[in-house]
Structures are given as C-alpha cells and as structure tokens.
T-cell receptor
Framework: GNSVTQMEGPVTLSEEAFLTINCTYT??????LFWYVQYPGEGLQLLLK?????DKGSNKGFEATYRKETTSFHLEKGSVQVSDSAVYFC??????????????FGQGTTLQVKP | DAMVIQNPRYQVTQFGKPVTLSCSQT?????MYWYQQKSSQAPKLLFH???????NEADTPDNFQSRRPNTSFCFLDIRSPGLGDAAMYLC????????????FGSGTQLSVL
C-alpha cells in the first residue's frame, strides 16, 4: 500500500542554519504531496503542497520539489528561525472512489532551532 | 477564531470505561476525519464522514465508533478503552475528499489508567 517515510528526528539546528528534512514515498500512480507543520500545543496545518512531478511547493521560506524519479519530496529552508521549531509531517493524498480519498502521513520529524 | 475545536484537550479514563471525544467545526465542511496518533508515529486514519456517509478504515478496531449528528459535530466513541488506546486523537475537516487540504483541531490526549 501507499506509505511515507521521513528522516528520524529530532533535528537540532542553530538559528540561520540550512534545513533539510528528507521524505520519500511509495505509491501507485502520482499522488499529491504535502508538508504539514504542528507547532507546540496546536493542530497540524498545511505548510505547502505539490500536485505533480517537478512542481515546487513553497511557503514561509520553506520549499519542497516533487521528484518522481526518486519518489521524494524533501523539505528545505535556507535560514531557520527559532519560531520554526515544530514537528513536520510529510504526507501523500491517496485518491479513492466514492469520497474515500485520504491523507497518509509520515511519522513526523521534530525540528529544534536554538538561538 | 478556532475553526476546528476539540474537547477536552486532555481526557483521562479507566480501563474498560466508555469514553467520548468531541469535535466541532465552524467551516461548514462536508468531510470530518478522526486520526489516532501515538507517540513518534504517523497519524493513522480511523474513519471519516462525507456528509452523513460513514467510511471506516479496514483496520480500525470495532472498539472505535463515531457519530455525526449534524454538519458541525462529530464524536469518537471508544466502547472499552484498553491501555493500547492511549494516544492523541486528532479531528480534521475538509471541503471534499479530492484535494488533501485538511484543517485540524488541537487534538485530545487520551490517557487510560
């Protein structure tokens, strides 16, 4: 079945460092791909998405490119801030019949940014 | 301005004692989801409603049930909680089931004693 695998955390960086969080997926067809972020004490919220191969999703300085050849959707940011400390979830959307489409998540990667 | 509200934030129950978690939304979305998230694991979909149509995941235990009395509210009932059911329960909504953009509540952390 479809699945998502993320790099294990926690990832600890100093402020202004470069961030990469790896995400790979297994799927039939070409699903839409997503990054969700969960700040402390809050629910998950959509960070960015890409719907087809070679698309780049971007938001708040974060970017991820849909790579069909490597089945990857790595999250990157050039200069992280303390406020980026959160848990990041990679996900794919699995289409289904009769309103049964659903998101499948990776296990999440905790990012800690130190001043 | 909370759009998906889950109550309570923390819930403690006893082994085998039925418990109900609640979720409400102000977005008027058609779809409401319940996910179970255990520590350091991926959120796992239990079931979802498209309007009044209930869709149960194949591997969701019978111990878990859900009700959606109207568009705004959805409940998760755990009939006989076991220690393994301790987890964060996430409610989410979406306009439809085609796009993958979900709006999440803050979750209810369930402890089973």
């Amino acid at each position: 079945g479809n699945s998502v695998t993320q790099m294990e955390g926690p990832v600890t960086l100093s402020e202004e460092a470069f961030l990469t969080i790896n995400c790979t997926y297994t799927a039939t067809g070409y699903p839409s791909l997503f990054w969700y972020v969960q700040y402390p004490g809050e629910g998950l919220q959509l960070l960015l998405k890409a719907t087809k191969a070679d698309d780049k999703g971007s938001n708040k300085g974060f970017e991820a490119t849909y790579r069909k050849e490597t089945t990857s959707f790595h999250l990157e940011k050039g200069s992280v801030q303390v406020s980026d400390s959160a848990v990041y979830f990679c996900a794919l959307f699995q289409h289904g019949s009769s309103n049964t489409g659903k998101l499948i998540f990776g296990q999440g990667t905790t990012l800690q940014v130190k001043p | 301005d909370a759009m998906v509200i889950q109550n309570p934030r923390y819930q403690v129950t006893q082994f085998g004692k039925p418990v109900t978690l609640s979720c409400s939304q102000t977005l008027n979305h058609n779809v409401m989801y319940w996910y179970q998230q255990k520590s350091s694991q991926a959120p796992k979909l239990l079931f979802h409603y498209y309007d009044k149509d209930f869709n149960n995941e194949a591997d969701t235990p019978d111990n878990f049930q859900s009700r959606r009395p109207n568009t705004s509210f959805c409940f998760l009932d755990i009939r006989s909680p076991g220690l393994g059911d301790a987890a964060m329960y996430l409610c989410a909504t979406s306009r439809d089931t085609t796009g993958g953009k979900l709006f999440f509540g803050s979750g209810t952390q369930l402890s089973v004693l």
